[in-house]
Nanobody, 123 residues
Framework: QVQLVESGGGSVQAGGSLRLSCGASGPKWTTYCMGWFRQAPGKEREGVARIDGSNKTRYADSVKGRFTISKDNAENTLYLQMNSLEPEDTAMYSC?????????????????WGRGTQVTVSS
């Protein structure tokens, strides 16, 4: 069982930056596939970035070059550094975990979820 708690959301103007954090607990979480997802009003949840146990990363095309996923095993924390934010990035951001990374990057691939943190980007 992995417990996940997000923080760091807020309101920012376009072009600004935010860093999201996801506190993780549970056995072997450092070896897990960890991901960030987001869901905007009226839209389906989409994968933003993920990182596996060997720190291999994968990003959605819409955030490549702007967002960076990382983790600090000693601090039991997953991060999402978001730069050059756009109004289209406005959404509820959630972290998720699974014991291994599948070929696909979908909501249904993950077993454990946090409650989310809201990010609002104004133009």
């Amino acid at each position: 069982q992995v417990q996940l708690v997000e923080s760091g959301g807020g309101s920012v103007q376009a072009g600004g930056s935010l860093r999201l954090s996801c506190g993780a607990s549970g056995p072997k979480w450092t070896t897990y596939c960890m991901g960030w997802f987001r869901q905007a009003p009226g839209k389906e949840r989409e994968g933003v970035a993920r990182i596996d146990g060997s720190n291999k990363t994968r990003y959605a095309d819409s955030v490549k070059g702007r967002f960076t996923i990382s983790k600090d095993n000693a601090e039991n924390t997953l991060y999402l550094q978001m730069n050059s934010l756009e109004p289209e990035d406005t959404a509820m951001y959630s972290c998720a975990a699974r014991s291994w990374c599948s070929v696909t990057f979908r909501e249904s691939d993950f077993d454990y979820w946090g409650r989310g943190t809201q990010v609002t980007v104004s133009s």
